[in-house]
């Protein structure tokens, strides 16, 4: 390619002098290299705007339900002594209370307590007049016997986990069957157990 010339007048006299061509920039490369930097720039300020909105959330922990009312109003609607605890740890709190049919109790009432105990984990109890065998059954998901346990002088039956890691205790009461189970230790369990009482 030849180089760009222009004109000069010298002395009278006309030149053709040849002039260097500006060297051409590599746009390419400069693309790229603006492109990172103005990346760059906007994430800087995207996270400036994020550390000073940002607001990390507590930890709530379980959320207490009033369980007291719920049996009070229960208790009217029950065709069998209900039972609930007195004298929990004041460390233990109640999560879920309701007293409903559900889809295996053929028609009859469940009433369902739920705790997180002291050593952060679930000891819950079902209550319900429904045959004992179907009851027990459908509770213990599959758990095997281990015995019998005598708590406040009662004879509870004891089972192993089933298929939800459950273990459970079990026992007739007035017109229904009590089953106390989670996945809290046995001495957890056992103390909801004893807690229990049928007005």
């Known amino acids: 390619m030849s180089e760009p010339q222009e ?8 030149f053709a ?14 693309t790229v290299r603006d492109m990172v930097i103005s990346l760059g720039v906007v994430g800087s300020v995207i996270a400036a705007l994020f550390l000073v ?17 719920t049996a009070a ?9 209900l039972a609930t605890p007195t004298g929990l740890p004041a460390t233990w709190i109640g999560t879920s209370a309701r007293f409903a049919t559900t889809a295996k109790s ?17 000891a819950g109890l079902e209550q319900s007049d429904q045959d004992a065998t179907a009851f027990v059954r459908d509770q213990i998901d599959g758990g095997q016997p281990q015995g019998s346990v ?15 890691g459950y273990r ?7 017109g229904s069957t009590l089953v106390v189970q989670g996945n809290a ?3 957890e369990l056992e103390q909801l157990a004893a807690a229990l009482t049928t007005q």
Do not use: C, M
């Not at 039956?157 to 089933?162: A, E, L, T, V």
């Open 73 to 81: 109003t229960a208790r009217g609607q029950s065709p069998f002594p």
């Open 53 to 69: 909105t940002y607001r990390p959330k507590p930890d709530a922990g379980p959320k207490p339900v009033d369980w007291q009312t």
């Open 17 to 30: 002098v040849s002039t260097p061509a500006a060297p051409t920039r590599k746009r390419g490369r400069e």
């Open 106 to 122: 053929q028609g009859h009432p469940v009433w369902h307590l739920g705790f997180v105990t002291g050593g952060q984990k679930y």
């Open 168 to 174: 459970s205790l079990v026992r007739p009461a007035a």
């Open 150 to 164: 005598t708590i406040k002088g009662q004879s509870w039956q004891s089972f192993g986990p089933g298929g939800s």
């Open 7 to 14: 004109t000069v007048n010298y002395g009278g006299e006309t």
């Open 185 to 187: 230790v046995e001495a």
